[in-house]
């Protein structure tokens, strides 16, 4: 069991998502960096799937009232040991407080978050009120159980993953890679040159939904009536005021403006990176340097996972 | 048909222009013959109006170009599997309690629209509508067939919670609100029954192709029960 004793401020348990309900209207969800929380359930062993916490701008304080091995990726907290395995003692209290730069962590525990599974994931959907710990963000008292594992670990591990698999660190002026959308040509010349010149800011006001950008205003050219229309995680889409939100985890799975452009499934974990008030640039890609990106980190993530079963297997030899 | 990529794990095809009830259907018949041999590394197969998107994990799909290998196993089943002939889909009757309490919206409209609430409401509940697409929120079915005497824009402010089963029109289109979104739809009706439960084995009651007729009840107590 793992007791909250503070909450934080934004709280839940999440997976990765649920995909194959999205025709009934219900968002993939999941976490919004899913490739920190993957890199944490294998640090301690977890199958890809297992639930952690996202937790969002200041974290919570959990007491492990069972000794547990857990591991941290995202945007580093202070006083804490990032990407290596930690194993916490029968009454031990970690705070994740004190996230710097406002971000995003997610934290893993050998077992997993134990909650119900709900159409076939443990991810909270928060507008639903549905999944994870009973559809809502975690409350002081709340007590997660948490899932079988056969770890044995030593008491301190000797190795660490390196950082440069989740950086949080982005460059002040973030470059996010982008494929033309389905209703680029609505936008005509001047937009399209705007878009991959002008620079635009992470406004404060995002949520799991989407992320709002501030910017020269991006004008479609093109005054037709747009028909809902499916729309992808990381979609670009532009509302009337020309000002781009850039879908997550959370959004709706069809929308009604047009959508000039999507980022690339390689950079979807850079989104839950940026920081508010943070600058940003798109930069078309082709198709196929989109698939070469993602072939490039499912290829590390696969050598990482190998690595660590690797020493794993060795553990406790001479 | 026309097919363009949505990201590098997605293809959108396009199938019409408008919001027509006859290309919706055929969007949905696409759709379940896509699901009547699903490819492996699809995730998610998603109909809309006009428009059906194919979400994939291009892992699980395979091969130098996963964005091809959807791209013709659709194409192919187009072609192959589908009679494009319109068949019916499920019918369902869902009552509805059109009284004041549960139709907060409802003589606003009606003198907008210059009927009264009763010819309103019976005009409402003499049709047989399509469900076109499944959005907004989780079991929210988008009702095609509204018919141009009863279209009105929606409200200039949404409300920020509208209670659950409300039933509201908005444009070209009437439908039932599962749960307690946010919503800028008139608000004509209130239903009992349960659009979404995430419990269900099939959560939602609709999906998109069904036929829905509207059944008045004089209490919000009676629509409890499907007819």
Known sequence: ?318 | MEYRHLGDCCVLVTMGETIDEGISQRVAQLAAALRSRWLHGVLDIVPAFSALAVHFDPNGVGGADPMQRVTEWIQATSMAEISWVAESGRTFTIPVCYDEECAPDLIEVALRLTMRPEDLVTRHSSITYRVGAMGFSPGFAYLLGLPADLQVPRRATPRTRVPPGSVGIGGLFTGIYPSDTPGGWHLIGRTACVMFDPAREDPCLLRTGDLVRFLPTATLKETERLP
């Open chain 1, 1 to 318: 069991m793992i007791e909250v004793i503070r909450p934080g401020i934004l709280t839940t348990v999440q997976d990765l998502g649920r995909p194959g309900w999205r025709s009934s209207g219900v968002p993939v969800g999941g976490a919004l960096d899913a490739m920190a929380l993957r890199i944490a359930n294998a640090i301690v062993g977890n199958d890809d799937a297992a639930a952690g916490l996202e937790c969002t701008v200041r974290g919570p304080v959990l007491r492990f009232l069972a000794p547990a091995h857990v591991a941290l990726a995202g945007a580093p907290v202070e006083g804490v040991e990032m990407l290596r395995e930690l194993n916490l003692p029968a009454g031990a209290e970690l705070s994740l407080e004190n996230i710097q730069r406002a971000g995003r962590v997610y934290l893993a525990v050998a077992g997993g978050i134990d909650v119900p599974m709900v159409l076939g994931s443990r991810s909270t959907h928060l507008a639903g009120g549905f999944g994870g710990f009973e559809g809502r963000a975690l409350r002081t008292g709340d007590q997660l159980a948490v899932g079988r594992s056969g770890r044995v670990a030593e008491p301190r591990a000797k190795w660490s993953v390196s950082a440069s698999m989740v950086p949080d660190v982005l460059s002040d002026l973030q470059v996010l890679r982008v494929l033309a959308g389905p209703q680029y040509e609505w936008f005509g010349e001047a937009a399209q040159q705007g878009l991959w010149n002008e620079e635009f800011v992470v406004m404060p006001m995002s949520d799991r939904m989407g992320l709002r950008l501030s910017g020269e205003p991006v004008r479609c050219a093109m005054q037709r009536e747009m028909i809902s229309t499916p729309v992808a995680l990381g979609s670009l889409q532009v509302p009337p005021d020309g000002q781009p939100i850039i879908l997550l985890a959370d959004c709706q799975t069809l929308g009604g403006y047009p959508q000039i452009a999507t980022i690339i499934s390689a950079d979807i974990p850079s989104l839950a990176r940026l920081r508010p008030r943070q600058r940003i640039r798109f930069e078309q890609v082709s198709l196929v340097e989109a698939q070469y990106h993602r072939r490039v980190i499912d290829t590390a993530f696969a050598a990482l996972r190998a690595g660590l079963a690797e020493k794993m297997s060795h553990h406790g030899d001479p």
